[in-house]
T-cell receptor, first 115, second 114 residues
């Protein structure tokens, strides 16, 4: 049973437009959410996070929105740039200062920015 | 270097052979994780080490998989009698104490079992 779901395996967006990546979760105990970005042949790198006490966190072109009642979060990238082309993983944790299983990841969404 | 270091970056082996994958976490990080990513799949948790505590092995897919962490630093993931379904990218990550959940990943070891 997948606790973190990214239902879009891929997404194609024109350069300069907004990219919206979606993520749903089923475990109501999750209280910390992160987005990781992964280029081919590289490890995932942390992008942005949000605690369950917030509903929005913004960092430059990246904004993460959290809707706890819907168990849904989204990552907005605006404006999208060619360098944003990568696989984006949504992750969640029951943060307790170092939970045993770390993060639970979704399967990822491959974002393709078209020139 | 300052990041998580993994070796080898690529490993091709024959079915039935044993392989060892190494992870050198960020200095001072007390928590170390192994994940794997199979083709078309997300990141699957394998095992977690925290300080001197007993590791959480709940994600290991079979008894052919084992891992150890020596001296609270370097970790080795061992896969015995490899099978083709073991082919994946094995990712190591570490986290410092008091962190906010962020894991720092290495570049991974790509294992191909022929």
């Amino acid at each position: 049973d997948q606790q973190v779901k990214q239902n879009s395996p891929s997404l194609s967006v024109q350069e300069g437009r907004i990219s919206i990546l979606n993520c749903d979760y089923t475990n109501s105990m999750f209280d910390y959410f992160l987005w990781y970005k992964k280029y081919p042949a590289e490890g995932p790198t942390f992008l942005i996070s949000i605690s369950s006490i917030k509903d929005k966190n913004e960092d430059g072109r990246f904004t993460v929105f959290l809707n706890k009642s819907a168990k849904h979060l989204s990552l907005h990238i605006v404006p999208s740039q060619p360098g944003d082309s990568a696989v984006y993983f949504c992750a969640a944790s029951e943060y307790s200062g170092g939970g045993a299983d770390g993060l639970t990841f979704g399967k990822g969404t491959h974002l393709i920015i078209q020139p | 270097g300052a990041g998580v270091s993994q070796s080898p970056s690529n490993k091709v082996t024959e079915k039935g052979k044993d392989v060892e994958l190494r992870c050198d976490p960020i200095s001072g990080h007390t928590a170390l994780y192994w994940y794997r990513q199979s083709l078309g799949q997300g990141l699957e948790f394998l095992i977690y080490f925290q300080g001197n505590s007993a590791p959480d092995k709940s994600g290991l897919p079979s008894d052919r998989f084992s891992a150890e962490r020596t001296g609270g630093s370097v970790s080795t993931l061992t896969i015995q009698r490899t099978q083709q379904e073991d082919s994946a990218v094995y990712l190591c990550a570490s986290r410092g104490q008091g962190g906010t959940g962020e894991l720092f990943f290495g570049e991974g070891s790509r294992l191909t079992v022929l």
